[in-house]
């Protein structure tokens, strides 16, 4: 088949949107009462960014779960707290496919462990005394 100048600029805009979709990042949401939503986000975007967002964009189906500020929105990736401002580009998230985290809200962050909590947790070892 042949491609003359009216179908070329027809395709254009679906060329256009495919590349759009491709290098976003599709989202799903999951809230502890296991309402989710999707939302297409930039590799750019921060945790920060994120919640911003979703809370400016509420879904009409999570009013119950409304919160007072986006503040206290915090996403959890693979088990983890996401602090402001890792951005979805540094969690390496393949473009154009669905990724699932947990939105929650929660005032403030856990502190991380340090590498000699994780190593005492490992080996049983313990900071506290034994009286006899």
Known sequence: MQWGL???????????????FKIKINLRLILVSGKTKEFLFSPNDSASDIAKH?????????EEEQVSSPNILR???????????????ALKLPFG????????????????????????EKTG????????
Request: hydrophobic share 40%; glycine share 6%; with cysteine.
């Open 6 to 20: 009216k179908e070329l600029l027809l395709l254009i805009p679906s060329l256009t949107m495919i590349k759009f």
């Open 54 to 62: 979703v809370y400016d964009n509420w879904p009409m189906d999570w």
């Open 75 to 89: 996403l959890i990736y693979q088990g983890r707290f996401l602090h402001g401002n890792v951005t979805l580009g």
């Open 97 to 120: 496919k669905t990724t699932v985290m947990h939105l929650v809200a929660r005032e403030t962050l856990p502190e991380p462990n340090s590498q000699g909590q994780r190593n005492r």
């Open 125 to 132: 070892e313990s900071n506290c005394c034994v009286i006899l």
